[in-house]
């Protein structure tokens, strides 16, 4: 008997939620190791710019440039839902809830922390790119989803879709993770690097805009919230931790100046923004600091938008990932393999 196609309720239709829908549908003959995977979006939500839903999946091919004709869903789209979000979630029926709204620090992942509660109580399985709820409940989530017999998978949270948590769940299997650390957020180290280049911290911050890969408000950025909810989603699932964003001791990069960057390259260093977490007492602790890294180490060298991640376990030598360059496709993947590891044990019925 053939298996059905997973149904996805989609919430959020950003950059990475649009390139997930043109990969899944404009984009799909490019990428042969997607032949098979025909998952049906069955409704997309968005906060301001309204929402869709088609029972029998969504038209993808139309959808998308109606979307970017109208900046949003209007409700003379063909497709258009009054539906609200908690509506939507709680009554329509889907497999996964694939969580892509903006992360939210000040309201500590909510909305979307309840939505993926909320889908999870019902024991639908939650796809999520939103670090926030990751970051401010992982633990209660993760039992709440074993709870109810599904999968909470988020590897698109921390950079950019690299397989990471994918790596740690089966790859090092008997090994326990004692430490991890790196360059987590592209856009401090793009400044960080533009900035040893010889422009001046405001002008980094600009260009970087411009580029779209920074917000217009860049604060969780330069501060150092994103890179702290990275690494409290990293210590939660590594360590076993049960850390909070706030918890975590902080900095970020808008102090830096350009005296500091000189006299650290004369000095054979680079100024990095570093996510660190380790074992203390069998206690998962973090941090979040800039450090001076000597030009031998291997952060030192990922420049521009690359990230990287040491990983530190008791039985292997320590393993370095390194990123370079990621982009919205590389986001959009990290969805794309957590609803692949879905679909494959639905299959399967594993």
Same mark, same amino acid.
């Given at each position: 008997?053939?298996?059905?196609?997973?149904?996805?309720?989609?919430?959020?239709f950003?950059n990475?939620?649009?390139k997930?829908?043109?990969?899944?549908?404009?984009?799909?003959?490019?990428?042969?190791?997607?032949?098979?995977?025909?998952?049906?979006?069955?409704?997309?939500?968005?906060?301001?710019?309204?929402?869709?839903?088609?029972?029998?999946?969504?038209?993808?091919?139309?959808?998308?440039? #109606?979307?970017?004709?109208?900046?949003?869903?209007?409700?003379?789209?063909?497709?258009?839902?009054?539906?609200?979000?908690?509506?939507? =979630?709680?009554?329509l029926?889907?497999?996964?809830?694939?969580? #892509?709204? &903006?992360?939210?620090?000040?309201?500590r992942?909510?909305?979307?922390?309840?939505? *993926?509660?909320?889908?999870?109580k019902?024991?639908?399985?939650?796809?999520?790119?939103?670090?926030?709820?990751?970051?401010f409940?992982?633990?209660?989530?993760?039992?709440?989803?074993?709870?109810?017999?599904?999968?909470?998978?988020?590897?698109a949270?921390?950079?950019?879709?690299?397989?990471? %948590?994918? #790596?740690?769940?089966?790859?090092l299997?008997?090994?326990r993770?004692?430490?991890?650390s790196?360059?987590?957020?592209? &856009?401090?180290?793009?400044?960080?690097?533009?900035?040893?280049?010889g422009?001046?911290? @405001?002008?980094a911050?600009?260009?970087?805009?411009?580029?779209?890969i920074?917000?217009a @408000?860049?604060?969780?950025d330069?501060?150092?919230?994103?890179?702290?909810?990275?690494?409290?989603?990293?210590?939660?699932? %590594?360590?076993?931790?049960?850390?909070?964003?706030?918890?975590?001791?902080?900095?970020? *990069?808008?102090? =830096?100046?350009?005296?500091?960057?000189?006299?650290?390259?004369?000095?054979g260093?680079?100024l990095?923004?570093?996510?660190?977490?380790?074992?203390?007492?069998?206690?998962?602790?973090?941090?979040?600091?800039?450090?001076?890294?000597?030009?031998?180490?291997? %952060?030192?060298?990922?420049k521009? &938008?690359?990230?990287?991640?040491?990983?530190? &376990?008791?039985?292997?030598?320590?393993?370095?990932?390194?990123?370079?360059?990621?982009?919205?496709?590389?986001?959009?993947?990290?969805?794309?393999?957590?609803?692949?590891?879905? @679909? %494959?044990?639905?299959?399967?019925?594993?």
């Amino acid at each position: 008997m053939k298996a059905e196609p997973l149904r996805l309720l989609m919430i959020g239709f950003g950059n990475v939620g649009q390139k997930l829908v043109s990969i899944l549908s404009i984009e799909k003959n490019q990428y042969s190791q997607l032949t098979g995977f025909s998952p049906q979006i069955i409704g997309i939500f968005t906060r301001q710019h309204g929402a869709v839903v088609n029972y029998d999946g969504l038209d993808l091919w139309n959808m998308l440039p #109606l979307y970017k004709k109208h900046e949003g869903f209007i409700p003379a789209h063909p497709e258009y839902s009054a539906l609200d979000t908690n509506t939507a =979630i709680n009554e329509l029926d889907y497999d996964v809830l694939v969580e #892509l709204s &903006t992360l939210s620090i000040e309201n500590r992942g909510e909305p979307a922390l309840s939505y *993926i509660r909320s889908a999870l109580k019902r024991g639908k399985h939650v796809v999520s790119a939103n670090k926030g709820p990751l970051a401010f409940a992982y633990r209660d989530l993760q039992i709440l989803a074993d709870r109810n017999n599904c999968f909470l998978l988020h590897e698109a949270t921390v950079m950019d879709g690299t397989p990471v %948590f994918n #790596l740690a769940r089966t790859a090092l299997k008997g090994c326990r993770i004692m430490r991890v650390s790196g360059i987590l957020n592209s &856009t401090t180290n793009f400044i960080l690097t533009r900035m040893e280049e010889g422009l001046p911290f @405001d002008q980094a911050l600009q260009q970087a805009q411009q580029m779209g890969i920074a917000e217009a @408000d860049p604060k969780y950025d330069i501060e150092g919230w994103d890179s702290t909810a990275k690494i409290c989603i990293l210590a939660n699932a %590594f360590l076993y931790g049960d850390l909070t964003p706030p918890q975590i001791p902080k900095e970020g *990069i808008s102090g =830096i100046s350009d005296r500091d960057i000189k006299t650290n390259l004369l000095q054979g260093k680079r100024l990095k923004l570093i996510g660190s977490a380790w074992l203390e007492n069998d206690r998962a602790a973090a941090r979040v600091v800039v450090e001076s890294i000597p030009f031998d180490h291997p %952060f030192a060298n990922v420049k521009g &938008t690359g990230s990287v991640l040491q990983i530190e &376990t008791d039985l292997m030598s320590p393993l370095i990932i390194v990123h370079l360059s990621p982009g919205l496709s590389d986001s959009a993947f990290g969805v794309i393999n957590d609803l692949l590891e879905i @679909d %494959f044990i639905n299959k399967n019925n594993l």
